[in-house]
T-cell receptor, first 113, second 112 residues
Framework: DQQVKQNSPSLSVQEGRISILNCDYTNSMFDYFLWYKKYPAEGPTFLISISSIKDKNEDGRFTVFLNKSAKHLSLHIVPSQPGDSAVYFCAASALFGNEKLTFGTGTRLTIIP | NAGVTQTPKFRVLKTGQSMTLLCAQDMNHEYMYWYRQDPGMGLRLIHYSVGEGTTAKGEVPDGYNVSRLKKQNFLLGLESAAPSQTSVYFC???????????FGSGTRLTVV
């Protein structure tokens, strides 16, 4: 049972345009959400997070939006740059989840110069 | 400023062989985790630890054992490797999930 889903395995975006990566979750106990970025042959690195008490969090070119009623979050990257080409994982945690993160399957983002 | 260090980085095993993957963190984190990454499956939790001397099963624990004898180290063991355990293994540590994880660079394991 995949509790965190990323339905788009891949996404290609022109350099300078907006990249939108989507994530859906099923567990209503999740209250904290994170995005990780992963380059080949490296471990994932933390990108941005959002608490369920917010509906938006912004950090430079990266913005995460949370729609609790739809159990949906999205990551916006504006403008997209070639260095953004990577695999992006969304992850979720529950307040009483024993400090575990549940990860989605990932979306491979390719920025086209 | 090492963070999380995994050894080895690559390994090829024959079916039935055993091995131990070592994870070391220098951030004094309480929590440590072992994940495996497979194509189309994302990151799946194998085992985790909420403190020195503790371990718990994750989503896919079968065929693996772990130990956390020291706070800074988390060992993942394969007693009898199977081809289904071919994967990339990531160790992570954290102060708590809300603080995010710090991941190691991974171990690519092939079982033939």
């Amino acid at each position: 049972d995949q509790q965190v889903k990323q339905n788009s395995p891949s996404l290609s975006v022109q350099e300078g345009r907006i990249s939108i990566l989507n994530c859906d979750y099923t567990n209503s106990m999740f209250d904290y959400f994170l995005w990780y970025k992963k380059y080949p042959a490296e471990g994932p690195t933390f990108l941005i997070s959002i608490s369920s008490i917010k509906d938006k969090n912004e950090d430079g070119r990266f913005t995460v939006f949370l729609n609790k009623s739809a159990k949906h979050l999205s990551l916006h990257i504006v403008p997209s740059q070639p260095g953004d080409s990577a695999v992006y994982f969304c992850a979720a945690s529950a307040l009483f989840g024993n400090e575990k993160l549940t990860f989605g399957t990932g979306t491979r983002l390719t920025i086209i110069p | 400023n090492a963070g999380v260090t995994q050894t080895p980085k690559f390994r090829v095993l024959k079916t039935g062989q055993s091995m131990t993957l070592l994870c070391a963190q220098d951030m004094n984190h309480e929590y440590m985790y072992w994940y495996r990454q497979d194509p189309g499956m994302g990151l799946r939790l194998i085992h985790y630890s909420v403190g020195e001397g503790t371990t718990a099963k994750g989503e896919v624990p079968d065929g693996y054992n772990v130990s956390r004898l020291k706070k800074q180290n988390f060992l993942l063991g394969l007693e009898s490797a199977a081809p289904s355990q071919t994967s990339v293994y990531f160790c992570a540590s954290s102060q708590g999930a809300y603080y995010g994880y710090t991941f190691g660079s991974g171990t690519r394991l092939t079982v033939v």
